[in-house]
């Protein structure tokens, strides 16, 4: 029997080899990106003598994919459908659904206003601003804007939306960081105070780069309902001054004036202002007027232009990490000039491949989650949350609006109820921030406690509103049925032997006393979306 | 990553316990197994076994970079001295801070180091340096004081965290010794953060938690990732905590300690370091606000200190009265000092070239100043004491190797930087 | 402090506004300014000194101080002058009040130095400590006080008196306000509030006291609103009357009765905040309610205010090194005196001469600005 399978096995990879060939032939000689991945991964475990492993369960895989494309867990109804369907192909069409849902675009804003914003950003002023921002940022995402455009767009400020980027980050010191970290990972504030510790990069680095913003400032219009309209102006004039001074000083500290230079690269060449120029008034909640010569406008064609050498690079390693869990480069936006990365030639690849794509995110990420390394399964003896080399599937804590939006599915509530509503502020403060200051996860005992005591778990789980608490009470179903819908819906799989053994005991009451059954209903559940195994996705 | 720690700390039933800790139960002396996972009630057996011995630390944290001229590195009649004025204590020469009259009342138990030099001198970095013993440019996931101490000094009996901090100071993180070690964050004034009251009876926690023992096991045999592991600490921490939440309700003695310790966040948050020392709780921090006086150094300063004046002496007060001043080190500290010179604004930068930290019990031998800055307190005249210096006589008072070390994958790091010495003239 | 903000109503009153003399004094911060009549000029500073000048004898080339009054401990917080203008009055964080001889040219010969050390605090991580510059002095006459009234025992910020010049008003960081029978220096009342008491102000009956209180604390999250009040306070029972704590939510640097009782003016300033607002207020002085919040209010905090003889104009002293002229009637701002910056030298306090046509400001970096009013 075995053999056989091989047999077909083997006739099938001939074809799928055959016409996997063909886009080589026509494209000279390119092997699909995502078969360049498993080449290079695969390649690192023999040299690192690391045992390959093997591929993930379907639930395993529906589950991760899932979150990492829409943010949220699979509902009952598309976990049976998946794990029932026996066509070979149901995971690469799975991608290709998830792509085109529009819960996808929302997920990369809100993955990326994280990134770009913070989590506590201050300034923001009503939430709402910040809802208007993300909202930009998703019709970018659905509309598979691509990358350097984007980041074009951004940094532009000019799109009703894009501006508060620029709130957040004020001061041409909070700019030129926040730009150079999150935009090019390079982190070049370690070299404001004193020659970076690490790079050959130097205080005239830092401050040339600074020069670009200096004159940059936010500008308050009109206000409507809660949002705020922002103007991002620039001025004439204003340098950066600098000279050897104490560790906290900040740009605009006496000094010598230090004109803008590109990092890595020339000096900026500027016009002269004409002799008796004077600062124009900006008027109060109207558009600031445009500067003489904008320099943060040299900027940008800079940051977004296809030759600028960390802009790709950046993009790649970030998104690398998003869904594999660690970038070539650890941190994600640490990336500096000697540091080749964990997988040299392959992010050498991806990087030239994405530029040639025309910085297509959704094709990267197409290609990553089709992977077979992305694909690995969640067992092995490595014990880190992200393995450097691949050899297990990283282990990542929900954010707190996936938490949020999985506990209404796994409660059977559907959907639009986990699209719709927000986690509450206790939620936001409990479970909103479970990472140490290095990106480890720290598990602690303020968010245990609101997972015990917190209403939004119990009261998900207590029988109610047509929840799946409620229904598989009052369902007519074996207890054994009842405990695998448990399971499907809560962690998308099956429930082991053991397992099922155990929760049917456990629902079990004596007589037909109906407020323990449901007290006991409660429970179960609650154990379930309290344990480890749906905090993360792995 | 792995981490290794040196074998041959613990007496033998210690390190029973704790390999039973870590599978989630308790042994009793008496060799009872007892499950831990839920159950909120356990034997008197066990809380009698849980009293605590050995040595405590409670970290009095000044967020915001003391100023050590206004308090007890005066300089009178100097152009750096400012309006306070210094008064006598109850050590001959030994002077204070006009404002700090109940610890002038104290001096004899103090051990004032005017001679610490520092090089981290800014917000974030300084409390890392002052927390961890290592400047934060280092790559390495240092531990700060109180998770080190905590794992040292830990009673693993005891259902209360080792570890608590509360007010302003930062979190570090307990670094490589791993989220066990975390601390456990009160508010401000020492209370409890929500959620610590238990929404279900006790029978129902009991057996939800034999339940989520189940899972957790199930899990545990193939998922080895840390994250998974930190959870299930978490997870033990926060059992135990709701068992022993009532060490925290200080509520009732308060309404007559308030008087004494002022009716402060700070006050609050001292009493209750005393209370949860009582209890067994091998560190505890309690942090105040507010001394980052760029402008209106004076104002801030005088009303920050008739706040810590009557907290601190109190607090010392009852250590004594109770009898655990001398196993209890009670530390007072800061980022960094405050320039000596005054600015435009009234105020004072930060400073780390001359400052002053203060201990007190745990064995220190007080009554005493030691090191000295010079005339105008720009620079250290004698004995400089550095971060590594400072953190080794902490771990040295309270029975520690200050040169413990750990493993970073194969990378040792220590506890201490190499070189550093405690102060023996402070060691009993 | 040379240089003049032109506002677009520069062709109103004070208008022509100009500094006369710069009168240098940087041995220690200046914390208040007094006129003597309308020829000289008192300042006094942290170290506990207190300089007059003669106007009249100053030119070109000399600023010299003419006397020194010696006597204090510690710093000087607030200088008055008496309506005869025959006594000086300054209240100190040595706990004293102390009153001077205004006018009298006796005394002792002595030396004083004029500079001292910048004041810059931060110093950069490996440098020296600054040399103290070669010492300027100047040649005086030192006296010493007339009298020291000795009922405080904590500082003393609070300093009012009535115009008929009997009333006498200080308050302390203990909250002990205490009126004064002036010419007696003896207490006719006292009473104890709350919290620091470092701004207050008498009405010209002499009847009501506005005191503002408060305590510094700089908590992200307050510990608790009541660290600070705002109470009008009856003389003669020492009870409080009036409680106007929600009315305005920021602690004063000084409150001021015109002298007709019409207005009651507060300024806004050091509430333990890094960046408190500088706002100035005119107050109902039979409610305490604001009747006008005066726009564009200080960038950092307000420090001193001083009603003009002319009983329509309010000036008013702040940390952005400026002083803001204010049109009673209708709250209009009329113009600035002086440079705007953020982070520069405070001007302490204020004081505008009996006839109107002289105004002096003393700065923290160590100078006082004596500026002509008016044309001629």
Not at chain 1, 17 to 32: A, C, N, Y
Not at chain 2, 298 to 306: A, M, P, T, V
Not at chain 2, 402 to 423: C, D, N, Q, V, Y
């Amino acid at each position: 029997m075995k053999d056989e399978l091989r047999k077909v096995r083997f006739g099938k990879w001939a074809c799928v080899l055959w016409i996997g060939m063909l886009p080589s032939v026509i494209f000279g000689g390119e092997l699909p990106l995502r078969e360049i991945i498993d080449r290079e991964i695969k390649a690192a475990w023999a040299n690192e003598k690391i045992t390959p492993p093997g591929q993930s369960s379907d639930s395993l895989f529906l589950r991760r994919i899932y979150l990492d494309l829409v943010g949220m867990i699979p509902g009952y109804e598309e976990t049976t459908g998946f794990l029932q369907d026996s066509d070979p192909k149901k995971r690469k069409k799975l991608v290709d659904k998830l792509l085109a849902d529009p819960r996808y675009a929302r997920n990369q804003a809100r993955v990326w206003d994280v990134s770009l914003l913070g989590r506590n950003p201050k300034h923001v002023g009503h939430q709402d601003n910040r809802k208007h921002f993300r909202g930009w940022l998703e019709m970018q995402f659905a509309n598979n804007e691509p990358y350097d455009r984007l980041v074009h767009k951004l940094l532009a400020a000019e799109e009703d939306g894009s501006q508060l980027y620029y709130v957040v980050h004020r001061g041409a010191d909070d700019l030129t960081t926040a730009t150079m970290r999150l935009l090019l990972g390079t982190q070049l504030q370690c070299a404001k105070c004193h020659d970076h510790p690490y790079n050959s990069w130097t205080q005239r680095d830092y401050y040339g780069m600074a020069g670009f913003f200096v004159r940059t400032f936010v500008h308050e219009g009109e206000k409507k309902e809660n949002v705020t309209r922002w103007f991002v102006g620039e001025k004439s004039m204003g340098q950066v001054n600098f000279t050897i001074v104490p560790v906290d000083a900040k740009p605009g500290t006496k000094g010598e004036p230090v004109a803008p230079k590109f990092l890595g690269g020339a000096d900026l060449q500027e016009p002269e202002l004409p002799k008796d120029f004077k600062e124009p008034k900006v008027e109060k909640k109207k558009a600031p007027p445009k500067p003489m010569f904008s320099r943060r406008e040299k900027v940008v064609e800079w940051i977004t232009g296809r030759d600028n050498p960390y802009l790709a690079r950046a993009a790649v390693n970030r998104s690398w990490a998003q869904f594999m869990g660690r970038g070539f480069i650890h941190p994600v936006d640490d990336l500096n000039e000697d540091d080749q990365g964990s997988h040299p030639v392959l992010f050498k690849e991806i990087e030239r491949q994405f530029v040639a794509h025309n910085f297509d995110l959704k094709w990267l990420v197409r290609e990553i989650v089709n992977s077979k390394a992305y694909q690995v399964a969640d067992i092995g003896t490595a014990t880190q949350a992200a393995p450097k080399f691949y050899e297990r599937a990283r282990v990542r804590p929900l954010s707190v609006e996936e938490l949020y939006a999985s506990l209404h599915l796994a409660t059977g509530l559907g959907v639009e109820a986990a699209a719709k509503g927000r986690p509450s502020n206790d939620m936001l403060k409990y479970l909103g921030d479970p990472v140490d200051g290095r990106g480890d996860f720290q598990g602690s005992a303020t968010e245990r406690l609101f997972v015990h005591n917190g209403d939004v778990f119990r009261n998900l789980c207590h029988p109610r509103n047509d929840n799946l608490s409620e229904r598989l009470l009052k369902g007519s179903e074996s207890p054994e049925a009842k405990v695998d819908q448990m399971f499907l819906s809560v962690l998308s799989r099956a429930p082991t032997e053991e397992e099922r053994e155990r929760f049917v005991r456990y629902l079990n009451v004596e007589g037909d006393d109906a407020k323990q059954a449901s007290q006991r209903m409660e429970e179960a559940m609650w154990v379930l979306v309290s344990c480890s195994e749906f905090r993360f996705n792995r | 990553m792995k981490v290794h720690t040196q074998p041959g700390n613990c007496r033998p039933d210690q390190h029973d316990s704790r390999r039973n800790f870590l599978k989630g139960t308790i042994v009793t002396a008496a060799g009872a197994v007892v499950p831990n996972w839920g159950a909120l009630v356990h034997s008197q057996t066990i809380a009698a076994e849980a009293k605590r011995l050995g040595k405590r630390c409670i970290m009095l944290y000044m967020e915001g970079g003391v100023s050590q001229i206004d308090t007890f590195d005066m300089k009178p009649g100097r152009p750096t001295a400012g309006p306070f004025r210094p008064i006598k204590t109850n050590v001959d020469g030994i002077q204070v801070c006009e404002y700090l009259p109940k610890m002038a009342r104290h001096a004899d138990k103090l051990a004032i180091i005017r001679s610490m030099k520092t090089k981290s001198v800014d917000h974030g970095i300084g409390g890392y340096h002052m927390h961890t013993c290592y400047p934060q440019s280092e790559r390495v996931p240092h531990p700060e004081i109180g998770a080190m101490i905590a794992k040292y000094c830990d009673n693993p009996e005891s259902d209360l965290p080792s570890f608590v901090k509360m007010g302003a100071s930062g979190n570090y993180g307990a670094g490589y010794l791993g989220p066990k070690y975390d601390p456990f964050v009160l508010g401000t004034d020492g209370r409890l953060p929500g959620f610590t009251n238990p929404s279900v009876k006790p029978e129902v926690q009991e057996r939800r938690g034999e339940l989520l023992k189940f899972m957790e096991d199930q899990h545990a045999k193939v998922h080895q990732a840390r994250p998974f592991a930190s959870v299930r600490e978490a997870e033990l921490r926060t059992i135990r905590l709701m068992r022993a939440r009532a060490a925290f309700d200080v509520n009732e003695e308060w309404e007559k300690a308030r008087e004494r310790y002022g009716d402060t966040h700070f006050g609050r948050g001292c009493f209750t370091a005393v209370k949860l020392a009582e209890a067994g709780v091998s560190f505890v921090e309690v942090g105040q606000w507010g001394y980052d006086s760029h402008n209106d150094n004076f104002s801030c300063h005088k009303s920050l200190l008739g706040r810590l004046d009557p907290a601190w002496s109190s607090l010392l007060e009852d250590l004594q009265v109770r009898g655990l001043l001398q196993d209890t080190l009670v530390v007072w500290t800061s980022e960094f000092g405050r320039t000596p010179l005054i600015n435009s604004q009234a105020g004072r930068d930060h400073y780390g070239r001359a400052w002053t930290v203060v201990f007190a019990g745990g064995g220190i031998r007080g009554g005493q100043h030691y090191g000295a800055s010079d005339k105008d307190g720009f620079d250290v005249a004698e004995n400089p004491v550095s971060e590594g210096d400072y953190f080794a006589t902490i771990y040295s008072a309270l029975g520690m190797n200050h040169r413990k070390k750990h493993f970073l994958g194969t990378r040792p790091i220590w506890a201490t930087p190499e070189g550093s010495k405690p102060i023996k003239q402070l060691l009993g | 402090m040379e240089k003049k903000e032109q506002t677009p109503e520069a062709t109103g009153p004070f208008a022509d506004a100009k500094v006369l003399y710069t009168l240098p004094w940087s041995r220690e911060a200046i914390t208040d300014v007094a006129f003597i009549g309308n020829e000289r000029v008192a300042a006094a500073n942290k170290r506990g000194e207190i300089l007059v000048w003669n106007l009249s004898a100053l030119d070109d080339k000399t600023t010299d101080p003419a006397r020194l009054l010696s006597g204090h401990t510690n710093e000087i917080n607030r200088l008055l002058v008496t309506p005869d203008g025959k006594t000086l009055i300054s209240v100190s964080s040595d706990h004293t009040v102390r009153y001077w001889d205004a006018l009298s040219e006796q005394g002792e010969t002595g030396k004083v130095v004029l500079n001292g050390i910048e004041r810059k605090g931060v110093v950069p991580l490996n440098a020296k400590p600054p040399e103290a510059p070669e010492p300027i002095e100047a040649t005086v006459v030192v006296q010493k006080p007339l009298r020291e009234l000795t009922g405080h025992r904590e500082w003393v910020h609070g300093l009012a008196q009535t115009p008929d010049g009997k009333t006498l008003v200080t308050g302390d960081d203990e909250g002990v306000v205490i009126v004064w029978d002036r010419v007696a220096g003896t207490e006719r009342r006292r009473w104890q509030g709350n919290f620091w008491v470092r701004a207050l102000g008498v009405s010209p009956d002499g009847k009501t006291v506005a005191a503002s209180e408060y305590f510094s604390h700089r908590h992200p999250e307050k510990e608790k609103d009541s660290y600070r009040s705002f109470r009008f306070w009856d003389v003669e029972t020492g009870e409080p009357k009036l409680d106007c704590s929600e009315e305005i939510k920021d602690t004063m640097t000084a409150i001021r009765y015109s002298a007709d009782g019409k207005w009651l003016a507060v300024c806004v300033g050091d509430s333990g905040k890094e960046k408190p607002p500088g706002k100035v207020m005119l107050l109902d002085p039979e409610t305490g309610k604001v009747i006008l919040d005066l726009e564009p209010p200080h960038l950092l905090g307000a420090t001193d205010l001083a009603f003009h003889p002319d009983g329509k104009h309010l000036f008013s002293s702040g940390r952005d090194q400026l002083v803001k002229i204010w049109r009673l009637e209708d709250g209009k701002h009329v113009r600035d005196l002086g440079t705007a910056k953020e982070r520069g030298d405070w001007i302490s306090g204020i004081s505008i001469s009996p006839d109107g046509r002289l105004l002096a400001a003393a700065d923290m970096k160590g100078q006082v600005v004596v500026y002509s009013l008016m044309a001629t």
